[in-house]
């Protein structure tokens, strides 16, 4: 793998200093079985001369390694690509636009925009994925409260769904997060989508949970006091993203808040690969899609 262990800055800027080193590398990870078509599926292909293009054999489509992923018509070279992929995989607290605009020398906003980018592909690459175990489930607020000081349920604040599943040995192994209603439609969605029919879920006695998980879950719920150590994991993984977000973004709004999470989790979720977090970022961006300027500022 790329990202060897004890592999320095220096050493990384060495191997990937040029486009072409790092156009190889992407073209491995996005068709690790060799180059399949996106139009007709067809296998083999030739370069154009002179082009950073493959034609393919059969239909003679012309496509390149980063057409159709959030690479898309990047205006940046591949080289500062990686070294930014680079600096989001080795540090756990992440890296803010203005620590990147700074580290990379190019402006904010392209700093910016490139890390809303790597963060929707760590998002894309994980939204299949799917608890499994014992799943505990619990809601989240994000933001400032309201004037009145007043927190949790009933605020301004971003609300969210938090959900850890747990190894047979009661520790915790996976973690998704997902910008929510709290509603029972909103709660159903999320469960569907995160935790496999039939599974065990914990959470405390609200409403919408209990009317959300009735059918097709074994749902175990209860009124927990304060302090009590219930549902002990997925409160630690919030009380951590919390951590994550005020110390390296110093708190985010609501527009933008799901890419942070999706950051967050996507690192907690291989914490015990850390040296194979490089490699595996760019393998989400290979499989990522398009994610537009417009997108995020609209």
Known sequence: MSQEKGMSFKEFRQRFQTEEACEAYLFERRWPDG??????G??????????????CKHCRRQSSVTAGTVLHRTHLPLTIWFWAIYLMARDKRGISAAQLSSELEIAYSSAWYLLHRLRKAMGQRDQDYILSGIVELDDAYFG???SNGKRGRGTEKTSALAAVSLSEQGHPRFFKIQVS???VPAVSAVARRTVPPGSEIHSDALGSFRAALREGYAHHYQVFAKGSGALRWVHTRISNLRAFLQGTYHGLGKKHLQGYFDEFCFRFNRRF???LLFPRLVCAV?????????DLTR
């Open 35 to 40: 180059f399949i078509c996106p139009k007709c």
């Open 42 to 55: 067809g296998t083999g292909c030739y370069q154009l001369r002179g082009r950073r293009e493959y034609a």
């Open 144 to 146: 400032a409260p309201k």
């Open 181 to 183: 209603k709290l509603d």
């Open 273 to 275: 690969w850390p040296n």
């Open 286 to 294: 290979a499989a990522s899609n398009i994610l537009g300027y417009d």
